[in-house]
Every structure is written in structure tokens, then in C-alpha cells.
């Protein structure tokens, strides 16, 4: 049954070969030989099997534990360097059709307060994440075909492309709507969109179709199909994800990975990005309901096993997480977060009263994007607001080749360094400022081509004169 190759859901996420792998995972779980075969895999850099880091996710040996997060630590610093990229999202519409039980959004929600932005509210709203200094979206909507149609969406992406305000831009605007046709999706990369994001929630069929009861995402095999669907649709960076919280972990980490695993032997090319939101308390939806919620340290470990499973890929953490979570994480192999983020529709440009409310869910990390940048560089990472690669069409394996290439440092690093220096210019505070442009000088010597760190040199003078959007 079990075919990576298929087109079929239930043939690329095989229920029995999730149920087997699991089973040899238990089996191996303190099989010190193996566990040391896989590492020195992992060591490769060439990635593991869903069987192999299934096996390193049931290993409960301290010291191997121990191993597994150094390597994470050292791959994520050999493919990503210090940078970490910087993104908010922006809610469009919560009208949504769907009976998603986690997700406060449902149709059956008549408590929430239900908002679709007008394109003067979107330029409210994309005005003031200009003025904190972002420069990357992932814009969210409900499905609903009538309040939200793909004209909606890709009216709403012409929009935030079109603003300008002051020195601020949006770059590159990620998608995370619900699933939807190869036409839909060709029109949405017609439309100039970054990445395409979609969750899939849980890949056990049974719980999905249970958490999903009512309307269009009911489907599990449409769900499932979707990214293949966008990627015939000419999109070719895709970011997956799971609802960590309504399944058992294990079971939803192999099925993520043979889902990495199928684009890859299918397109060429695998998810550009994962994600790993947990399931949050909001407006009537209480986390306990769940009985698969998971510890931080649990969590921990699913991003370092993540990253040395699949090196070139992106992982992103939200502010779901706590600062003290994410601080955690951060090391063993995050490469993007969100910062300041509001899920209200409209939350950008005027605060609602509490008992009104129209977001998602809590935010846990609740600091200005100042102070996120200013932890980060204390931190010891670079906060990047690049968006080079989608914009010079390095997308899909052309963005993997530059990062099999180890071409990280010659090209994402100075634009990390250029983009930074933009923020510090044009919104920064002091303090922020003051210690950015002393990582600058720092991170300039580690430029390996002298060529390329004397542009970027260069480049960043004349952003402190006043010119802006260089990139490599
Ligand atoms: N409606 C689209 C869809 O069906 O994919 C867009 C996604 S929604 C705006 C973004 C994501 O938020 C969902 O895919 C889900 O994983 C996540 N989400 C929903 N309810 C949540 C909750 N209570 N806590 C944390 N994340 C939640």
C-alpha cells in the first residue's frame, strides 16, 4: 500500500506504515548500535527516513538524547549561520464554513466576532507592520467561498504589494489558506505569493476526519493532496506543518516526514518550510479538551529531530510560544519566527476590547518587534528581514541548491546583514540600534568571498545615506 510516489493520501501517508514504523521505533528504542548508525547518518547532512528518526524520537538514553541536540545545534549553525528571519501574519476575514473543533474560527462560533478586511483596512493594517519594520506576511483567512473568495485573497495580495509608506515595503507575502484547486493555486503564484502554507493538522485520517466534521476540510484526501495540487500549480515553495495537541506526537512526526519525503520523490524538490504550531487556549476552544498535548521538552526535541531529518528545510516557530520556549528552541534549528504578532482581523491598526474579540488564538509572546530583535542580537543571532531568494528566483531546488552549496554565507548572510541595517536605520530603537550596528561590523569579517563583503560593505554605507533594497 505504502507508495512515496503515489498522488493518493492514503498511499503516500500509509496508515500501516505509520503503524509499523512506530512499532520498529518501540523496538529500536534502546538499540544502541542502530541509534549510533543513525546518528552518524544524520552526521552526513544528508537527512534521515521517517523510520530512522522515528526511532531517535522513541529514544529515551540521555546520552543519546544529549547527541541528538548538539547536532541539531551544529547543523542549523552549519546551513543557517546566526540568522534568523522575521515575519508577522496578517488576518484577513475568521468567516470560515468549516467545523474545525480546535479552532475558534468554526462555523458553530456565534460568540466570536466576525471581521473581513476592507482594502482601506489593509492598508491600515499593512501601513502600521511597515511602521514596526516588516518586510515578510503570511496573510491567514478562513475558507469561505462566498465572504473570502481566491478573488478576495488575491485582490487583498495586490493590495499589501502596492503600499508604501515611508521606506517600508512588503516583500513577500507567505499564503496559508485552506486547500484548493491547481487553477487557485496557479493564480495565487501568478499573484507574486512567497511561500504556500498549509497545515495539515493531524495525518491520522481517523482523528482528522473527527477534528474536521463539517464543511470543505472535512475532505482529508483533498487536504492532503493539496500542496502536490499547488506545486502542478507552479508553486514550488510549500511549507508544511502539523497541530502538535490533537494527536499522538509520534504518529503526526512520521507522517510529516513521508509527506516531506513524498514532494521530494515526487516534485523534486521538498517542503520549503515546517511548522510546528501547539494547540492554544482561544475565544471557546479550551486545550485540555485535547489529550495529546505535549511538554516543552517533547517539543524540544521534535525541532531538533526536525532539523537534522530534513537540514535544508526552514522550521518556523510562532508566538504560540513563549519567549522562554522559543529561546529554547531557537538553537536546534529554528530559522524563522513571527514577532509582534496580533491574530485578530484588524489588530494592526486599532486594539479590540477583550470581550469582543475576533483572533485566533492567545499570543504568547506578546513583545514589540523592537524588543524581539534587541533579544535576538543579545542572543547572539542576526534578525534578517531578507527576502532575496523568493525575489531573485531562487525558489524550490534553486534555493536548495544554494543551500547544498553551503553558498549561505556569500549570499544570505550579507543580505541578512543589509536588510537588518534597513531596520536599524529606519526603526530601530536606541539601544537596538546601537548593538545591531556593532553585530553588523562583527558578522561583515565573516563574510567568506572578499568580493561579496566588499559590496556588502558598501551597500551598507549607502543604506545609512539613505537608499534602501540591495540584495544579493
Ligand atoms: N483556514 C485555513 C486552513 O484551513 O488551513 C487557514 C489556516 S488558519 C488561519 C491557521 C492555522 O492556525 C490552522 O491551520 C491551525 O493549525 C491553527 N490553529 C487553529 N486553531 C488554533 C488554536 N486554537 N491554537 C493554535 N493554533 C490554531
Redesign the pocket.
Known amino acids: 500500500m505504502y507508495d512515496v510516489k503515489s498522488w493518493k493520501a492514503e498511499e503516500f501517508i500509509s496508515d500501516e506504515e505509520i503503524r509499523e514504523t512506530l512499532a520498529y521505533a518501540d523496538e529500536n528504542r534502546g538499540n544502541v548500535e542502530l541509534i549510533d548508525a543513525i546518528l552518524a547518518k544524520a552526521k552526513e547532512r544528508k537527512g534521515l527516513t521517517h523510520r530512522e528518526a522515528s526511532v531517535l524520537l522513541a529514544c529515551e538514553l540521555p546520552e543519546k538524547i544529549a547527541e541528538i541536540y548538539a547536532l541539531a545545534e551544529q547543523i542549523k549553525k552549519d546551513f543557517y549561520g546566526n540568522r534568523i528571519v522575521l515575519f508577522a501574519p496578517l488576518?484577513l476575514s475568521n468567516y470560515?464554513v468549516?467545523g474545525?473543533v480546535?479552532?475558534?474560527?468554526h462555523l458553530k462560533n456565534k460568540h466570536i466576532a466576525r471581521k473581513k478586511l476592507t482594502q482601506e483596512e489593509i492598508a491600515a493594517e499593512v501601513t502600521a507592520l511597515q511602521d514596526m519594520g516588516h518586510k515578510r506576511l503570511a496573510i491567514?483567512?478562513?475558507?469561505d467561498p462566498v465572504n473570502n473568495p481566491i478573488e478576495y485573497i488575491l485582490e487583498c495580495i495586490d493590495t499589501i504589494y502596492g503600499i508604501r509608506h515611508k521606506n517600508g515595503a512588503i516583500r513577500r507575502v507567505n499564503v496559508?489558506?485552506?486547500?484548493t484547486t491547481v487553477e487557485n493555486y496557479r493564480r495565487l503564484h501568478d499573484a507574486g505569493i512567497g511561500t504556500y502554507i498549509?497545515?495539515q493538522?493531524t495525518y491520522h485520517r481517523e482523528s482528522y476526519e473527527k477534528l474536521h466534521p463539517t464543511g470543505p476540510?472535512h475532505d482529508y484526501a483533498y487536504h492532503t493532496e493539496a500542496m502536490d495540487r499547488a506545486m502542478e500549480g507552479g508553486i514550488d515553495d510549500v511549507g508544511l506543518?502539523v497541530?502538535f495537541g490533537l494527536e499522538m506526537y509520534r504518529y503526526e512526526f512520521a507522517g510529516l516526514l513521508m509527506h516531506a519525503e513524498h514532494l521530494e520523490a515526487v516534485h523534486g524538490v521538498g517542503p520549503h518550510t515546517i511548522s510546528v504550531?501547539?494547540?492554544?487556549?482561544?475565544d471557546d476552544?479550551d486545550?485540555a479538551q485535547f489529550d495529546n498535548g505535549i511538554s516543552d521538552e517533547v517539543f524540544a526535541k521534535i525541532c531538533a529531530l526536525i532539523r537534522i531529518s530534513v537540514p535544508y528545510t526552514g522550521m518556523i516557530i510562532s508566538t504560540?510560544e513563549s519567549q522562554a520556549v522559543r529561546e529554547r528552541v531557537l538553537p536546534l534549528g529554528v530559522s524563522q519566527i513571527s514577532g509582534a504578532s496580533r491574530t485578530s482581523v484588524g489588530g494592526y491598526a486599532s486594539d479590540e476590547p477583550e470581550e469582543i474579540t475576533s483572533a485566533?488564538?492567545d499570543v504568547s509572546d506578546q513583545r514589540s518587534l523592537d524588543e524581539v530583535v534587541n533579544w535576538l542580537i543579545k542572543l547572539g543571532y542576526l534578525p534578517s528581514f531578507c527576502t532575496a531568494c523568493y525575489r531573485e528566483g531562487r525558489t524550490g531546488d534553486r534555493f536548495m541548491a544554494l543551500c547544498k552549496n553551503m553558498q549561505i554565507l556569500n549570499c544570505c548572510q550579507p543580505n541578512a546583514l543589509m536588510t537588518l541595517k534597513e531596520y536599524l536605520e529606519d526603526y530601530a530603537g536606541e539601544e537596538t540600534k546601537k548593538i545591531g550596528m556593532e553585530l553588523i561590523e562583527r558578522e561583515l569579517e565573516k563574510i567568506p568571498n572578499p568580493k561579496v563583503r566588499k559590496t556588502a560593505c558598501e551597500h551598507i554605507h549607502d543604506i545609512g545615506g539613505g537608499r534602501r533594497d540591495f540584495r544579493f
Do not use: D, H, S
Open positions: 488576518y470560515c468549516n474545525c480546535y479552532c475558534p474560527y491567514e483567512a478562513g475558507e496559508n489558506i485552506a486547500a498549509l497545515f493538522e476540510k506543518g497541530l504550531p501547539r494547540v492554544k487556549r482561544a476552544i486545550p504560540r485566533q488564538f
